[in-house]
């Protein structure tokens, strides 16, 4: 993350009121993830999911990993399959 980035979420998070509800681990890989999910049709399993991230074209091999790593389940938006990745921690 670069040291703007980093400096604006500091600021961020010393902004009295209503703190942030998620923890984002890594936000190009979590933004990315969320971007290649943007038109995926929900409730997916995990082999729906990681076969429609292979037809975008999607070749990183790092969210591929990801991916590889969810549990078996059905996942009803993005949001559940940021966080099930351990990109996004909701509380």
Excluded: W
């Excluded at 993830?33 to 990681?50: H, Q, S, T």
């Excluded at 037809?55 to 940021?82: F, R």
């Amino acid at each position: 993350m670069s040291d703007k980035n980093e400096n604006t979420i500091n600021e961020q998070n010393n902004i009295p009121g209503q703190q942030k509800e998620v923890d984002v681990k890594d936000y190009p890989y979590a933004s990315e993830l969320a971007n290649l999910l943007k038109n995926m049709e929900y409730p997916a399993d995990k082999n729906k999911i990681i076969n429609f991230v292979k037809s975008t074209g999607s070749t990183d091999e790092n969210i591929m990993e990801l991916l590889e790593k969810l549990e078996d389940k059905q996942y009803n938006n993005s949001a559940e399959v940021t966080s099930a990745t351990g990109l996004v921690k909701r509380p």
